[in-house]
């Protein structure tokens, strides 16, 4: 089994910054592919940044230049750290790990951390 808990989220004033930190356990790899997500109410959830076992990242298009994701293989853990952050930031923020067994895809969650931006 997987356990991922956040960590991080918060109040900020639109152009302020937040880190969030995700930190895995259980049945984990360094080759793991970790993510994060969020889902703000009324919508669906959605990628925001995306780190693979090598190094190699993804962002949606809307946080490219604001958002970085970081992780540690060390202490099994990923990161997000939020700049110039705007009111359409605001959602709930979901750690994400992914796993694929024999060709099978196994998605994990942490429960959510919130961030609410205010204008």
């Known amino acids: 089994q997987v356990q991922l808990a956040e960590s991080g989220g918060g109040l900020v004033q639109a152009g302020g910054s937040l880190r969030l930190s995700c930190a895995a356990s259980?049945?984990?790899?360094?080759?793991?592919?970790m993510g994060w997500y969020r889902q703000a109410p009324g919508k669906q959830r959605e990628l925001v940044a995306g780190?693979?076992?090598?190094?190699?990242?993804n962002y949606a298009e809307s946080v490219k230049g604001r958002f970085a994701i970081s992780r540690n293989n060390a202490k099994n853990t990923v990161d997000l750290q939020m700049n110039s952050l705007k009111p359409e930031d605001t959602a709930v923020y979901y750690c994400?790990?992914?796993?694929?067994?024999?060709?099978?895809?196994?998605?994990?969650w942490g429960r959510g951390t919130q961030v609410t931006v205010s204008s």
């Open positions: 780190i693979n076992g090598a190094g190699g990242t």
């Open positions: 259980g049945s984990i790899s360094s080759l793991n592919s």
């Open positions: 994400n790990l992914m796993q694929i067994n024999f060709g099978v895809r196994r998605d994990y």
